[in-house]
């Protein structure tokens, strides 16, 4: 496991025949990341961590838990912290980096590094109402 936590936030849905499969949300603080969260789980997600998590390799995947301190809360902005369903841990199929900035109508694959291990990356504006659907569909399996 991880000596530091990330700061990011993790999310899972569950996928009939893969199980459970979690996205790591990063960016800037203000960026969305939790709200991007609350919405997933409004879709049926489970929160997995918010706003740090730790992230390690087994084998060749990679796999997200929350420092026990944060578990099962996530902040929501002008409100406060709430408590979630939360799960203990998932194995990350996608990273999301959120930016204020305008993303590439389409953009080239591309991947972040982590524990030695690449994990797909797509860099998208967490506040648009069909963020909710891209992550949904990005973390489908083929």
């Known amino acids: 496991?991880?000596?530091q936590p990330l700061h990011g936030t993790v999310a899972a849905r569950w996928t009939p025949g893969s199980g459970w499969r979690g996205v790591l949300i990063i960016g800037p603080s203000g960026a969305g990341k939790s709200d991007l969260a609350l919405r997933l789980i409004g879709h049926g997600w489970r929160l997995v961590a918010d706003d740090y998590?730790?992230?390690f390799a087994s084998g060749r995947a990679l796999y997200a838990t929350c420092p026990p301190t944060i578990t099962g809360r996530i902040e929501a902005r002008g409100v406060g912290v709430l408590p979630a369903c939360a799960l203990d841990m998932v194995r990350l199929v996608l990273a999301v980096q959120l930016s204020a900035d305008p993303v590439e109508r389409l953009p080239e694959a591309a991947e972040i590094i982590l524990a030695g291990v690449p994990l797909p990356l797509v860099?998208?504006?967490g506040f648009e109402p069909s963020a909710v659907e891209k992550v949904t569909l990005l973390t489908s399996p083929l």
Do not use: P
């Open 1 to 3: 496991m991880s000596d």
């Open 53 to 55: 998590a730790h992230v």
């Open 123 to 125: 860099r998208l504006c």
